[in-house]
């Protein structure tokens, strides 16, 4: 049984960062494509970044361009994601997955979901 366990959420305020962390456990992670996606109340899932196994593609939703980062560490199982220049419509329930073929931007294309953590941006 694959478990992804998120980190790193909480308050900050607009202008700030975070760092968000999720490991993986129950399965190879290396074979693994990673995507971050998030979920404000009353709006569906939507996609933030993905990244190939091997680290060397990246995805950018067009509303994170420039200010987000995601990265892996295949030795810890984790893949990160950092959060600069935050604004308050960043805040949202930030979930990843993991899937078994290639990354995709949609949730369905994904096989395993972490619990979620919250990320709130003040103004």
């Known amino acids: 049984q694959v478990q992804l366990v998120e980190s790193g959420g909480g308050l900050v305020q607009a202008g700030g960062s975070l760092r968000l962390s999720c490991v993986v456990s129950?399965?190879?992670?290396?074979?693994?494509?990673m995507g971050w996606f998030r979920q404000a109340p009353g709006e569906e899932r939507a996609f933030v970044a993905a990244?190939?196994?091997?680290?060397?593609?990246?995805y950018y939703a067009d509303s994170v361009k420039g200010r987000f980062t995601v990265s892996r560490d295949n030795a810890k199982n984790t893949v990160y994601l950092q959060m600069n220049s935050l604004k308050p419509e960043d805040t949202a329930v930030y979930y990843c997955?993991?899937?078994?073929?290639?990354?995709?931007?949609?949730?369905?294309?994904?096989?395993?979901w972490g619990q979620g953590t919250q990320v709130t941006v003040s103004s």
């Open positions: 990244i190939r196994w091997s680290g060397t593609n990246t």
């Open positions: 129950g399965r190879t992670f290396n074979n693994l494509a």
């Open positions: 997955g993991a899937t078994k073929s290639f990354m995709s931007k949609i949730p369905r294309g994904y096989d395993y």
